[in-house]
């Protein structure tokens, strides 16, 4: 059954087809001159009782006629059924678009990228006939630095973000992705910040989150998520402040007091208690 990164990232193809022309530029892949790239149906008909869907599939036009299509595949490990499934999705779409077929594939790591990269024998003949997959591993992920360039395209952002959470300018990244996910609608904005929440890596997962809370400067929010987002995370460091200051004090916090405060989002609240921590003795005396 796919995971959950496995569909957000499908997701991210499905809602902006546009997404792969950058990824293949990144590659080096040609692309010939287009007008538009819409999404198209992902499912491949053949004469067998087994069913096969693609993650993503992208069609380029000019002119009115498709020129190009790209079958898109998030593969988060190696799956040795996919060297005989991908054929299928590829000639497939082929014969049923009528026009030349890619086969990218998305991995989140070298050693997945590194086998599906291997090219896929089709048969058994002289000469032989194969498949090679272009393959997209996170160093082939543009860098989104620039405010502009993230909000014209969200979820090359996403990619970016969650790529090069180790990159020289990260926060730079994430500072281009907050301005990208203030131009999405709400939902969608929360479901790429918890994706990305849930994906980074520890230490990467909390610098995310203080940048979150303390906002950028001369940036305004414009989606309620962010502005939502901000308030919260503002709220969540006040509430760790009061435990911070009653540990340092050596004053054991029960449960339901703790729930209490890390629960509360009324700032006022949050700095009276963090005023009244330096002085009581006991936690609940906190909440009198």
């Given at each position: ?85 991908w ?18 594939v ?34 082939g992920?543009?860098v ?70 303390a906002?950028l ?72």
């Amino acid at each position: 059954m796919p995971s959950a990164p496995h569909e957000v990232v499908i997701d991210l193809f499905q809602q902006q087809p546009a997404l792969v022309a950058p990824l293949l530029t990144e590659l080096g892949c040609p692309l010939p001159e287009y007008e538009s790239i819409t999404t198209v149906p992902g499912d491949a008909t053949v004469l067998a009782p087994t069913e096969y869907h693609a993650d993503a599939v992208v069609a380029f036009h000019r002119g009115g006629q498709r020129i190009l299509a790209v079958v898109v595949e998030v593969q988060l490990r190696p799956d040795p059924d996919k060297r005989w499934s991908w054929p299928v999705y590829v000639t497939s779409l082929r014969a049923r678009l009528r026009c030349p077929t890619l086969l990218l594939v998305v991995c989140p790591d070298a050693r997945t990228a590194r086998w599906a990269a291997k090219p896929i024998d089709l048969g058994y003949g002289n000469p032989s006939v194969g498949l090679c997959p272009l393959v997209l591993d996170p160093t082939g992920v543009p860098v989104v630095t620039d405010v502009e360039a993230a909000a014209d395209l969200p979820e090359l952002a996403v990619l970016s973000a969650l790529a090069h959470a180790q990159h020289p300018e990260h926060r730079e990244i994430w500072k281009a992705l907050l301005a990208a996910l203030g131009t999405l609608g709400g939902d969608r904005a929360a479901l790429y910040y918890d994706f990305i929440l849930s994906t980074l890596p520890a230490a990467a997962r909390s610098e995310w989150e203080a940048l979150m809370a303390a906002g950028l400067q001369g940036y305004e929010y414009r989606s309620e998520f962010a502005r939502k987002y901000f308030a919260e995370g503002e709220a969540r460091g006040e509430a760790k402040s009061v435990l911070t200051v009653l540990d340092a004090r050596g004053i054991t916090v029960p449960a339901e007091v703790r729930d209490r405060i890390l629960g509360c989002d009324d700032l006022d609240q949050l700095q009276r208690w963090l005023r009244k921590a330096l002085e009581v003795n006991r936690a609940a005396d906190l909440l009198d």
